[in-house]
């Protein structure tokens, strides 16, 4: 939906999302190889709790180790999850700068 500038988000302005999506500011994708062209790319996956309430990371692990290998120094990575704080400093930066 994002492609064709429809948002199904309700607190989105539709008119600003279209202007984004025709101006070429806002580009919905899930071809990984696209990352490397952009400035900012933002996580947003979901963090389910357990039965003992603890936050499932698998979505951000996944996530991240999907996208290290097209990153490039210079962009901004922004997580977007109902997380703990500290899960991108503690989580997600070490598995980003671990290309091994």
Same mark, same amino acid.
């Given at each position: @939906?994002?492609?064709? #500038?429809?948002?199904?988000?309700? =607190?989105l302005n539709k008119d600003e999302?279209?202007?984004?999506?025709?101006?070429? @500011? !806002?580009?919905?994708?899930? =071809?990984? /190889?696209? !990352? #490397?062209?952009?400035?900012?790319?933002?996580?947003?996956?979901?963090?389910?709790?357990?039965?003992?309430?603890?936050? =499932? !990371?698998?979505?951000?692990?996944?996530?991240?180790?999907?996208?290290?290998?097209? !990153?490039?120094? #210079?962009?901004?990575?922004?997580?977007?999850?109902?997380?703990?704080?500290?899960?991108?400093?503690?989580?997600?930066?070490?598995?980003?700068?671990? /290309?091994?």
């Amino acid at each position: @939906k994002i492609r064709a #500038g429809v948002s199904y988000i309700s =607190d989105l302005n539709k008119d600003e999302v279209r202007t984004l999506v025709e101006r070429k @500011k !806002l580009k919905a994708t899930n =071809d990984y /190889k696209v !990352l #490397g062209e952009l400035e900012v790319i933002c996580i947003c996956v979901p963090t389910p709790l357990s039965k003992t309430k603890e936050p =499932d !990371l698998s979505y951000i692990y996944s996530a991240t180790d999907k996208i290290r290998e097209y !990153l490039r120094k #210079g962009q901004l990575i922004i997580l977007e999850s109902t997380t703990y704080p500290g899960t991108t400093e503690e989580v997600v930066l070490p598995r980003l700068e671990n /290309k091994n």
